[in-house]
């Protein structure tokens, strides 16, 4: 029997979580069809919610947002409650105990909530059986400016801190003309940025292609202006893919990394890949290529057994390096890891603390940055996010937002002087 209610129903999607769900919302979203998108909290005959398990207070948000729908529920019984993403994933059980969900959907095979809506057979299944990457087509961002494409899924390094391999799988790439065929139906509806994603982007491959491959073949899409890379690993992003990216003029000049800790100590606790050498040294390689470049880390404070001293090794690391900005979290303890089980987990409050004194080191090198990109005028590169006629306002390829003013539509791709705009403090 479908489930997609007739006339035209009211869809709400809520999307917790990193920049693969939000695309995978948009997918999810233009495969319902014929369907009113609505705020989630808004009446709606349909409640969808995408969940995220990377830490304990994503956990709670996921339960928070699908006990909300079920209360609509409980007022409405036709109204049909989806749950989706990592946190069904890992948790089941937990959320068959929430009550009367209609349908809980893998993360192999959210794409097609819109077919199992409609019908289609729903079989739970164990994501470390999915051997494919699942592409579906998408022209649309949800009201996004920029276009975020994913090309991988899954990952197979299984850090000790780390749900995200339980909850995604084994890696797997999308096909290279599959990853072209969506670039190119981005740029058809007009897109001039694509942001490329995945869980762990560097192990991107189909057969000798890799991501180096993608971002020089995407580059020769006429109306793609920009390219950016989100997050990627530090031992992934060696010599070889920086030399072949460098060549790439519409790559934004923007690397994130997820460094973790900056005590060599703590990041092999972690079951890092890497130690503090190689991001020193990659670090001068990102600079040797790009001189303005904004490089970004996230970092985890209070790792079981990081100590006051292994801590403030981090925060000297950290504090000598040419870095634009942190994103930094207090490590959250996650069910099946290796370091649910070990020893010295830290109070609450020294994370906190933690985290405070490194998100002041984060303002005051966002700052630094900013006043170099102004010292050397700048080229700044983006796409306008502005429904304003007379200014453009854009997060830049440096990784600044900033407005500038002039006549300008929303979606034009905008090139300014440092000294020509404003800089845009979050």
Known sequence: MPY???????????TLGCKTNFYESAVIAERLGEVQLVDFKDDADIYIINTCTVTNRTDYKSRNLIRKALARKAKNPSIRVVVTGCFAQRSLNEINSLGGIDFIVDNQSKLDIGDI???????????????EFVYRPVTNMLGHTRAFQKIQDGCDFYCAYCAVPYARGHSRSAKFEDVLAQAKIFAENGFKEIVLGGVNLGLYKDGERELSHVVRAIAEIEEIQLIRISSIEPQLLNNSLLNKLAKVDKLCPHFHIPLQSGSDSILKSMGRHYDTQLIKSLLD???????DAAVG???????????????????????????????????????????ATMPEHLPNAIKAQRVRILS????????????LLKKRNTCCRGI??????????????????????????????VKCLANDCTFILD
């Open 117 to 131: 809506l409609a019908g289609k057979d729903n079989t739970f299944t164990d994501i470390m059986e999915a051997k």
């Open 384 to 413: 306008n996010e502005s429904t304003a006629t007379d200014y453009a306002e854009m997060l830049s390829d440096h990784y600044v937002r900033l407005r500038i003013h002039g006549s300008f539509i929303q979606g034009d791709a």
């Open 285 to 291: 390689r990102i600079i040797e290529l790009y001189p």
């Open 297 to 339: 880390f996230d970092v985890i404070c209070g790792f079981p057994g990081e100590t006051e001293k292994l801590f403030e090794e981090t925060h000297a690391f950290l504090q000598g390096l040419p870095i634009t900005y942190l994103h930094v979290f207090p490590y959250s303890q996650r069910k099946g890891t290796k370091a």
């Open 360 to 371: 002041t080191l984060s303002d005051s090198k966002k700052q630094e940055y900013m006043l």
């Open 4 to 14: 997609l209610p007739n006339p035209k129903p009211r869809v709400a999607i809520a």
